[in-house]
């Protein structure tokens, strides 16, 4: 099953504007990390957030990590165009193992102009 | 950027037809990963390897196979190609351990007629 949901599946805001999107996931993890994806193109990397950590910022992002309740949340300020694309969050398999990342389904973030 | 290449970005061939997907790092990272996603959907492993001659398959199964004969090339290959393998590939690598960034390449699209 998936280890990481986000929520919601489809936002569309305008430019701007503040997205704030979720993750949920099920099983113990070291860190959760958020990705984006341009439509029809690789994931590119945006941030890591580790399991003792709470709250990290780069540039316009700011994710938090709850621990005790398995979720995350992805906050983009003062929304761009740009920044329309499917953003996933993705956390280590089996908790720790080496075997890669686990993703969820995404939410396809649209900014209108 | 990312230092991971995949070609071909876009393929349509016919039923029954052996097509071999390459992926290629510079960044000497150890594990590499193929990922496959359709349109809107999540991502899901298929295969794996730590290193050279290491190939393991991942959650989702998939008729394709690995090779890793060095450690900068980790080919994808499909003996014989169906239309259910319609689907984009996405082949990225990272550096050994636990929940280290996973850098992705641009992705092939193929299409089964």
């Known amino acids: 099953s998936q280890q990481g949901e986000e929520d919601p599946q489809a936002l569309s805001i305008q430019e701007g504007e503040n997205a704030t999107m979720n993750c949920s996931y099920k099983t113990s993890i070291n860190n959760l990390q958020w990705y984006r994806q341009n439509s029809g193109r690789g994931l590119v990397h945006l941030i890591l957030?580790?399991?003792?950590?709470r709250e990290k910022h780069s540039g316009r992002l700011r994710v938090t990590l709850d621990t005790s309740k398995k979720s995350s949340s992805l906050l983009i300020t003062a929304s761009r165009a740009a920044d329309t694309a499917s953003y996933f969050c993705a956390t280590d398999r089996r908790g720790g193992g080496a075997d890669g990342l686990t993703f969820g389904k995404g939410t396809h973030l649209i900014i209108q102009p | 950027e990312a230092d991971i290449y995949q070609t071909p970005r876009y393929l349509v061939i016919g039923t029954g037809k052996k097509i071999t997907l390459e992926c290629s790092q510079t960044?000497?990272?150890?594990?590499m990963y193929w990922y496959q996603q359709d349109p809107g959907m999540e991502l899901h492993l298929i295969h794996y390897?730590?290193?050279?001659?290491?190939?393991e398959k991942g959650d989702l199964s998939s008729e394709s196979t690995v090779s890793r004969i060095r450690t900068e090339h980790f080919p994808l290959t499909l003996e014989s190609a169906r239309p259910s393998h319609t689907s984009q590939y996405l082949c990225?690598?990272?550096?050994?351990?636990?929940?280290?960034?996973?850098?992705f390449g641009e992705g092939s699209w193929l299409t089964v007629v």
């Open positions: 390897s730590y290193g050279v001659n290491s190939t």
């Open positions: 990225a690598s990272s550096d050994l351990g636990a929940g280290n960034t996973i850098y």
């Open positions: 957030i580790r399991s003792n950590e």
């Open positions: 960044m000497g990272h150890d594990k």
